[in-house]
């Protein structure tokens, strides 16, 4: 049991900080730095430096930034909807209660016609 709350810990906290713009940067200048001591020779070379090293080191991060700012929006959306869902409910309550103190004022009326005729 233990175990497995270090793991979410670990996962939460790695989570967030390779998805993060400062590992982004710092992923960004460990990738392109090689670049000033040796570049790629032909076309295929850099084609595979492309593909292995700048998408996958650098875009991962900018992918795991965005869907966690996108989950956040998610979040606060929910957050907003729950929020109006319980204002709504606390309205039709309200409203059910004045309609059945005009249902009970109604019938009072009613019975004071009849009592009157």
């Known amino acids: 049991m233990k175990f497995n709350k270090l793991n979410d810990w670990l996962a939460d906290n790695m989570s967030l900080a390779l998805s993060s713009m400062t590992a982004f940067w710092l ?5 392109l730095c090689p670049l000033l001591w040796s ?4 076309i295929v070379a850099w ?9 996958q080191g650098i875009a991962l991060p900018v ?4 869907a966690r700012k996108s989950g956040d929006k998610s979040d606060n959306i ?8 319980i ?13 059945e103190e005009i249902e009970y004022e109604m019938e009072g009326l009613i019975d004071e016609q009849i009592e009157e005729s």
Not at 39 to 42: E, G, L, R
């Open 27 to 31: 992923i960004t200048v460990l990738v």
């Open 39 to 42: 570049q790629p020779t032909s």
């Open 47 to 55: 084609i595979s430096y492309c593909s292995s090293v700048i998408f």
């Open 63 to 66: 992918l795991g930034y965005t």
């Open 78 to 85: 929910m957050k907003e909807i729950l929020a109006m869902s």
């Open 87 to 99: 204002k709504i409910e606390q309205l039709v309550e309200k409203s059910e209660k004045k309609v």
